[in-house]
């Protein structure tokens, strides 16, 4: 199947203290930190496809979870992080719109130096006054604060420092505050009514692509002849809409698409074959896949209902069936990824999730809490029905797989489940306005365990009706003051006992319930660009996620 991103989509193995000091930028190579070859751009169009949808509206507004530059990941070409960095390599950061950043003592800010060479698309220069707007724009409106960073204040040094200030400790969120927040122009924003609503239909950016062409059927990006680090090797950039998750498929293995985010049944003989000089895939663990309940609604306000329903669901199933083997069943009720973050999982949660269901733990789980089925079968507690559904498009093939399985699985056992198939704008739109009852979503992913389990439970990312992250709504004060811990640690050891906290919820009180190690899906083929991260040379995260796509289409050429 095509997939999906979030906004923080990989990690790697161990835990790097990334905040006591600024990481090694000026180690990283001039060659691995450029952007570009500086070499004129030639006219080939890199065809790029990670999500089908029938039709795409016309919004790029890099704050709006619903928006087509977030759905396609196509935002970090207009707009750009502070700093990249390299997440199947701990520790790696390459310099980016800022050059380098130091933090306080106490974790409470951090300044940035910037780049002094950097105009907007538009021809203004860019300069500390426009990453000041921008987190100030997020301090000043929560429903813009995707990455639920406690901003009190921004001041600026000239036109080249900037300094950002938060009520606690910020260590552990580097990641987030310098790599997943897209710096928006001061000139432009700042005369807009409503920031959150404005559609930004033309990014004005500092990235190496401006808006060409685009309709609902797909969208055409063209190089920025003023980008900082040179005109892109690759011309134009295209984005297409798909009407289904087959139709995506067959333009890929008939070599309509060059990058690619798929989930292929054999792939070998489906893609590789098809052309084996140029076809080429690598999956690497990225992420916890993780059925999403929404816990302010029956029956998963009910905390044993979410316990029971993860013991009942067969995990092995959904790897072999769902994701043709591709994703391995979870093995840890903590959530953490596997095997990245495998040194840090306690051992108490190391292999207690079966492969299979477990009816005798689900009758045990669900009796013990006051429920018994009715004459129908199903759970009941208080004359309410055990009734949900599994909502998930069904243009992401596997993940509507999943849901099926999930529903064939939990009904023998006592649960009514069915399955809500929608599109995917649906599922966005209802996953951010919390209109749901579960869903199946991909894990955030990031430098350490922090990306994982904030994106899950920090009820900071919720903003009224609207969700950044926490689309199940999980509001715990125990949660929020683990995550503040954990975002405050500068040594391993404190890093590991806030992950002890965070892990047993999970485990213990299921906001989440994990079902696979997610894959990074990537294929591509060299037939038109040459340059793509391989195994053996992972310069950044090779799949077409933010903020990676940006850097891996940026070391491309065309090829001979």
């Known amino acids: ?309 993860s013991a009942g669901v067969n995990r092995q199933q959904l790897s072999t069936q769902g994701e043709t083997g591709y994703e391995p069943p979870a093995t840890s009720s903590s959530g953490l990824l596997l095997p990245n973050f495998a040194a840090n999982v306690p051992s108490t949660m190391q292999n207690d999730l079966k492969p299979g269901p477990d009816a005798d733990k689900v009758n045990s789980i669900m009796t013990g809490a006051g429920f018994a089925k009715n004459s129908k079968g199903f759970w009941a507690k208080g004359g309410q029905e055990v009734a949900f559904q599994v909502e998930d498009p069904t243009s992401y093939t596997d993940y509507y797989a999943d849901a099926q399985i999930i529903a064939q699985n939990l009904k023998p056992l006592g649960f009514n489940v069915s399955v809500n198939g929608v599109t995917p704008d649906q599922w966005n739109n209802d996953l951010s306005a919390g209109t749901f009852s579960s869903a199946i979503h991909w894990g955030a992913g990031g430098p350490t365990a922090y990306s994982q389990y904030d994106n899950w439970l920090d009820y900071n990312l919720v903003s009224g009706k609207t969700a950044a992250g926490d689309n199940g709504r999980w509001n715990d004060p125990a949660t929020q003051q683990a995550l503040a811990t954990f975002a405050a640690a500068a040594t391993p050891e404190a890093q590991q006992s806030a992950i002890n906290t965070l892990a047993n919820i999970v485990s213990t009180q299921a906001p989440v319930i994990p079902l696979l190690y997610g894959a990074g899906w990537f294929e591509y083929s060299s037939k038109n660009f040459v340059g793509w991260p391989t195994e053996d040379n992972s310069y950044i995260d090779p799949s077409p996620n933010q903020a990676q796509v940006e850097y891996v289409i940026l070391h491309l050429k065309p090829a001979v």
């Not at 039709?55 to 970090?76: C, E, I, R, V, W």
Request: with cysteine.
């Open 1 to 309: 199947m095509l997939r999906r991103t979030s906004v923080l989509r990989r990690t790697v193995a161990g835990i790097a203290v990334l905040g006591v000091v600024a990481l090694a930028v000026a180690a990283c190579s001039k060659d691995a930190s450029s952007p570009s070859s500086k070499k004129a751009a030639t006219g080939r169009t890199l065809v790029v496809e990670n999500n089908p949808q029938p039709n795409f509206t016309d919004t790029f507004n890099p704050f709006a979870a619903t928006s087509t530059g977030k759905s396609q990941n196509a935002l970090a070409l207009f707009y750009e992080p502070l700093m990249q960095f390299n997440n199947t390599k701990a520790g790696t950061t390459y310099p980016w719109l800022a050059k380098s950043f130091s933090w306080s003592p106490d974790g409470k800010s951090i300044t940035f130096a910037l780049r002094d060479d950097v105009k907007w698309s538009d021809g203004q220069k860019f300069t500390a006054d426009d990453v000041a707007y921008t987190f100030q724009l997020m301090q000043q409106n929560k429903a813009l604060n995707y990455i639920g960073v406690p901003i009190t204040g921004v001041t600026t040094s000239g036109a080249d420092s900037v300094t950002i200030s938060f009520s606690a400790p910020e260590f552990t969120n580097i990641y987030g505050i310098a790599g997943q927040t897209w710096i928006v122009p001061k000139h432009v924003w700042s005369a807009q009514s409503d920031p959150a609503t404005w559609t930004d239909p033309t990014p004005i950016g500092t990235g190496p692509y401006v808006m060409d062409k685009f309709t609902a059927q797909g969208f055409t990006l063209k190089a920025n002849q003023s980008y900082w680090g040179g005109v892109p090797a690759v011309s134009k950039v295209s984005f297409p809409a798909y009407s289904s998750n087959d139709v995506a498929l067959t333009a890929l293995t008939q070599g309509e698409i060059d990058y690619g985010g798929n989930n292929v049944n054999n792939i070998q003989q489906n893609f590789v074959a098809k052309d084996p000089a140029h076809n080429h895939y690598f999956f690497p663990a990225t992420n916890t896949v993780v059925l999403v309940p929404n816990v302010t609604k029956w029956p998963f306000n009910q905390q044993a209902v979410r316990l029971a329903v």
